[in-house]
């Protein structure tokens, strides 16, 4: 079936070091992609998200890059902290749903 | 400020007693969905609501219910939990409309324990 996966379950960068997190998805129809961060004991939080219809959208210390030709989703933080260290989780959606499939996540260790 | 907010955040069971779980939003979303994550996993979705449509994922099992009375509410009752429904429960709510799904928002979870 359908699926979104990430390639490095563990991710360690030295603070202050930018970190990318990598995502690849196989559903060609998937038009809308989010990005979690989940620390431990809480729930998902959202990051930021980016349409199909764009390549590039930058946050605060964030940016999601989408090659909707290799079906690929990147996270990049800038100059990572302490408290960047967490699970985190992309997501797709398709337009004709209500739901999302995540990828099973990747762990950033910000070693000082 | 509008949030999703889930009760108890602990929640601890016998084996085989009902418990039931609540997920309340201030956010007016359409979409709430119930999520269960064991540790290290990605949450795995057990059914959602589309207004006041549900909507079960094919692997749910039956022993795991939901009801949602109005907008803001939505609950997850276990009919009988087994030592295997021990999990965190996420609630999440979004907005769909015609131009697709908008961000989805999570509570904070509520930690099952089964005895």
């Known amino acids: 079936g359908e699926s979104v996966g990430l390639h490095l379950p563990t991710l360690s960068v030295q603070e202050g070091d930018n970190s990318i997190i990598n995502c690849a998805y196989s559903?060609?129809?998937?038009?809308?992609f989010i990005w979690y961060k989940q620390e431990s004991g809480k729930g998902p939080q959202f990051i930021i998200d980016?349409?199909?219809?764009?390549d590039k959208r930058q946050g605060q210390r964030v940016t999601v890059l989408l090659n909707k030709t290799v079906k690929h989703l990147s996270l990049q933080i800038a100059a990572t902290q302490p408290g960047d260290s967490a699970v985190y989780f992309c997501?797709?959606?398709?337009?004709?749903?209500?739901?999302?499939?995540f990828g099973t996540g990747t762990r950033l260790q910000v070693t000082l | 400020d509008a949030m999703v907010i889930q009760n108890p955040r602990y929640q601890v069971t016998q084996f085989g007693k009902p418990v039931t779980l609540s997920c309340s939003q201030t956010?007016?979303?359409?979409?709430m969905y119930w999520y269960q994550q064991k540790s290290s996993q990605a949450p795995k979705l057990l059914f959602h609501?589309?207004?006041?449509?549900?909507?079960n994922e094919a692997d749910t099992p039956d022993n795991f219910q939901s009801r949602r009375p109005n907008t803001s509410f939505c609950f997850l009752d276990i009919r009988s939990p087994g030592l295997g429904d021990a999990a965190m429960y996420l609630c999440?709510?979004?907005?769909?409309?015609?131009?697709?799904?908008?961000?989805?928002?999570f509570g904070p979870g509520t930690r099952l324990t089964v005895l």
């Open positions: 559903n060609s129809a998937s038009d809308y």
């Open positions: 999440a709510t979004s907005r769909r409309a015609g131009t697709g799904l908008s961000e989805q928002f």
């Open positions: 956010l007016n979303h359409n979409v």
């Open positions: 997501a797709e959606n398709t337009g004709t749903a209500s739901k999302l499939t």
């Open positions: 980016i349409r199909s219809n764009m």
């Open positions: 609501y589309y207004d006041k449509d549900f909507n």
